[in-house]
């Protein structure tokens, strides 16, 4: 079992920058999947990014490609979610995810969930 710990949301104007991080415990991040969701008020969540294993395979949904980048350190037992350019519709709860079992990198089926962290873009 693993347990997450997002951190790194915040306030922030639009076409501005965050960067988002989960660290992991465990001493077998690197055997997982680990993704990226939110979910804004009134919406279904989302995955946004996710990143296989060793990090080669990477997922983005369309509305954040090139300007999210999702990046991974084993060593460190943290995934990172590098925002730019951000939009008020980027307002948010990001979670983060982690799963074992082998599937499609944009399947949005996890094992393993955090408590999220709030994002707000203001216009």
């Known amino acids: 079992q693993v347990q997450l710990v997002e951190s790194g949301g915040g306030l922030v104007q639009a076409g501005g920058s965050l960067r988002l991080s989960c660290a992991a415990s465990?001493?077998?991040?690197?055997?997982?999947?680990m993704g990226w969701f939110r979910q804004a008020p009134g919406k279904e969540r989302e995955l946004v990014a996710a990143?296989?294993?060793?990090?080669?395979?990477?997922y983005y949904v369309d509305s954040v490609k090139g300007r999210f980048t999702i990046s991974r350190d084993n060593a460190k037992n943290t995934v990172y979610l590098e925002m730019n350019s951000l939009k008020p519709e980027d307002t948010a709860i990001y979670y983060c995810?982690?799963?074992?079992?082998?599937?499609?990198?944009?399947?949005?089926?996890?094992?393993?969930w955090g408590q999220g962290t709030q994002v707000t873009v203001s216009s």
């Open positions: 465990g001493r077998t991040f690197s055997t997982y999947t």
């Open positions: 990143i296989s294993r060793s990090g080669v395979i990477i």
């Open positions: 995810a982690a799963r074992r079992f082998t599937t499609t990198i944009e399947s949005t089926v996890y094992d393993y």
